[in-house]
């Protein structure tokens, strides 16, 4: 598996164990924190990317390709970037779970080939 469809994947992890709107992460109060920081309950989309390339990299250089790869898929939903689409009023989790499911599953097949 690459390292870019492991980092996707944990993306989508974080984003099943807790997902918010309108900040990049939340604690268990719902209260904004550091998105790199120990006490991360929720994150939004943007914020998954952003944490699943810190914990492979903490120097943070690359997390702009998961960004990329997933700003596709909001693009392709009419939305100009992910912050728009994650905190859209009527969004859902599950919606949002979809999509990474969906850039998985890209990533996946642009390896494979």
Not at 36 to 50: E, F, H, N, Q, R
Not at 87 to 96: F, I, L, N
Not at 97 to 108: G, P, R, S, V
Request: some cysteine.
């Amino acid at each position: 598996m690459s390292e870019v469809v492991k980092r996707l994947k944990r993306a989508r992890e974080l984003l099943e164990q807790g997902w918010c709107k309108g900040d990049l992460a939340h604690d268990k109060e719902g209260a904004l924190v550091d998105v790199y920081c120990d006490k991360v309950y929720s994150v939004c989309l943007l914020g998954a990317c952003m944490r699943a390339e810190w914990e492979a990299s903490p120097s943070g250089v690359g997390w702009f390709l998961l960004d990329e790869l997933v700003a596709g898929g909001v693009e392709a939903r009419g939305y100009a970037d992910i912050a728009r689409y994650n905190d859209a009023p009527e969004r859902t989790k599950e919606e949002v779970l979809a999509l990474m499911d969906e850039t998985i599953k890209t990533a996946e097949e642009v390896v494979n080939e």
